[in-house]
């Protein structure tokens, strides 16, 4: 909170050190005013030394919006015995008289100023949308792990982010567990059903419930080689690409049908074609490629 001239209040009390007897004044009562972080530590605990600086300096940044109790539970262990702490650091955000959330042992200090600055209010905005850039690039270089910690952050900030979403639903997609992506595209809610990305994943949902139904790859590739003119091998192999979630390759096989025939059994192609751009999304390099390609084709 500030003061009623706009002044924030005392360093003295935007970070002190707390106790099991002050714990309702200084946190739960305190919290229905301004968010209280409680950093759980002890003397003997190396991460929580390690925590401990940048933690206190997120909150002095956050001018006043939020507040940090730090609790030595070897002096004060009645209240993190209530809330079950079993290792510490452990930190703990109340608002409104409860905790509303938390996190164990040390994390990065880009984390932790995440966690206070959402805390205090801030704009978010300009926090997610270089995580997004961040887990895009991760994705296109091969870094999954990277990847999915940048959705998940974003999600922490934003659970409702459609890109977050589908990102972390194609992540489970591309490692087969189709299972896992429709529950995570089940966070979104219903009036984003439409949202291209979640679409986007959607068709290449679709795309991957034919794999089961395609011939190998391999031999659907040789069988093209042998006999580039069988547009029906072709456009099989295609869907097998597809299925598998080779988007790039999928799209060059149809373009190739496009180009040897347009209207080959009644536009197949162009139709696969189009789901293809949809599963790999508006805005990626094999949409944006393929649609130039596809242009040339028809123009030229």
Same mark, same amino acid.
């Given at each position: 909170m500030t003061f009623i001239d706009g002044s924030a209040p005392p360093e003295s009390d935007i970070v002190k050190d707390g106790t099991d007897q002050a714990f309702m004044?200084?946190?739960v009562e305190q919290s229905r005013e301004t968010p209280v972080?409680?950093? @759980?530590?002890?003397?003997?605990? %190396?991460?929580?030394?390690?925590?401990?600086?940048? #933690?206190?300096?997120?909150?002095?940044?956050? %001018?006043?919006?939020?507040? #940090?109790?730090?609790?030595?539970?070897?002096?004060?262990?009645?209240?993190?015995?209530? #809330? %079950?702490?079993?290792?510490?650091?452990?930190?703990?955000? @109340?608002?409104?008289?409860?905790p509303i959330d938390g996190?164990? %042992?040390?994390?990065?200090?880009?984390?932790?100023?995440l966690f206070v600055d959402r805390l205090a209010g801030a704009d978010m905005t300009v926090e997610i949308e270089p995580l997004l850039s961040q887990a895009a690039e991760s994705a296109q270089l091969g870094d999954i792990g990277g990847a999915a910690q940048a959705y998940t952050a974003v999600l922490q900030l934003d659970p409702t982010n459609t890109k977050a979403i589908a990102g972390m639903a194609r992540i489970a997609l591309s490692a087969g567990d189709v299972e896992n992506a429709l529950e995570i595209l089940a966070m979104a809610s219903a009036d984003k059903a439409n949202d291209p990305d979640i679409a986007g994943v959607r068709a290449a949902l679709d795309l991957a419930a034919n794999a089961a139904n395609i011939g190998d790859n391999d031999e659907l590739g040789a069988k093209v080689a042998a006999n580039p003119n069988d547009l029906q091998a072709r456009f099989d192999y295609a869907e097998a690409l597809s299925a598998r979630g080779d988007l790039e390759a999928a799209s060059d096989q149809l373009l190739a049908i496009i180009e040897k025939n347009r209207e080959w059994n009644e536009g197949a192609a162009r139709a696969q074609l189009l789901k293809v751009f949809e599963a790999a999304g508006p805005t990626s390099e094999v949409t944006k490629q393929g649609r130039r390609k596809l242009s040339a084709i028809l123009f030229s």
């Open positions: 004044a200084d946190v972080i409680v950093d @759980f530590w002890a003397p003997w605990c %190396g991460p929580c030394r390690t925590l401990g600086p940048p #933690l206190e300096r997120a909150v002095r940044n956050a %001018g006043g919006k939020v507040r #940090l109790v730090k609790i030595n539970i070897d002096e004060n262990p009645g209240v993190a015995g209530q #809330l %079950g702490v079993r290792s510490i650091p452990a930190v703990y955000a @109340f608002d409104q008289g409860r996190f164990m %042992g040390a994390i990065p200090e880009s984390q932790i100023k």
